[in-house]
C-alpha cells in the first residue's frame, strides 16, 4: 500500500487544502500519515481540528511514497526551517514525489528544490518562487517530474487528483 505524509503547521494550516487531497487519496487506496511540530492538536484556519500521528523531525522518507506540504498561512512556520528542507531533498533524492500547495511552495524554493523546475504558488510567494529560480506559471496546479505543487484551495481537489495518478 502506498504512503504519503502530509506535514501541517500547528496553527492556520488551510482546511480544504489538507482534507480534500486526503479524502482523494485515502478513496484512492493510498495512505495518509500526518505530521506536524506537535503531537498536540492543531487547529486550521477555518477551525478544522487534527491530531497528527508523528513530529516532522521523526518522519523517514524512505517509509513514504511522497512528502507534501499543507498551505495556509501557518505554513510559514516551515519557510526557513531547516528540517523541513533537508526532509523535502532526502524524500526528493530517494525517489519519492515532493509537493506543496498554496503558500507552502515558497518551502521548496527555500530548499532550493524548485531550481529550474515549473511551479505554481499561491500568487503571494510568486517573487520568492522566481527569485530561487523557479519557472513560476501562475496554474492552478503543475507537475515537473516528481513535483507537484498547487496554488490554494481551489486546487485542492486537482491537486489530490494528481497526487493520486502519480501515485498510482
Not at 3 to 27: C, G, M, S, W
Not at 56 to 62: L, R, S, Y
Request: glycine share 12%; net charge negative; with cysteine.
Amino acid at each position: 500500500m502506498k504512503k504519503a505524509v502530509f506535514i501541517i503547521a500547528e496553527q492556520n494550516f488551510r482546511d480544504e487544502e489538507y482534507q480534500v487531497p486526503k479524502e482523494v487519496l485515502e478513496k484512492s487506496g493510498i495512505e495518509v500519515v500526518t505530521a506536524s511540530t506537535t503531537t498536540g492538536e492543531c487547529v486550521g484556519k477555518l477551525g478544522m481540528k487534527v491530531t497528527p500521528e508523528m513530529l516532522v523531525k521523526d518522519i523517514d522518507p524512505a517509509q513514504f511514497d511522497a512528502l507534501i506540504f499543507v498551505g495556509g498561512g501557518g505554513s510559514e512556520q516551515y519557510f526557513s526551517d531547516k528540517t523541513a528542507h533537508e526532509l523535502a531533498h532526502t524524500a526528493y533524492d530517494q525517489g519519492k514525489i515532493v509537493g506543496a500547495i498554496c503558500i507552502a511552495p515558497v518551502i521548496l524554493a527555500n530548499a532550493g528544490l524548485l531550481k529550474g523546475r515549473t511551479a505554481t504558488v499561491y500568487p503571494d510567494g510568486a517573487p520568492i518562487l522566481k527569485e530561487q529560480g523557479a519557472n513560476y506559471t501562475g496554474g492552478t496546479v503543475e507537475v515537473d517530474g516528481r513535483i507537484i505543487t498547487g496554488n490554494g484551495p481551489e486546487a485542492a481537489q486537482a491537486f489530490g487528483e494528481k497526487l493520486a495518478q502519480l501515485l498510482s
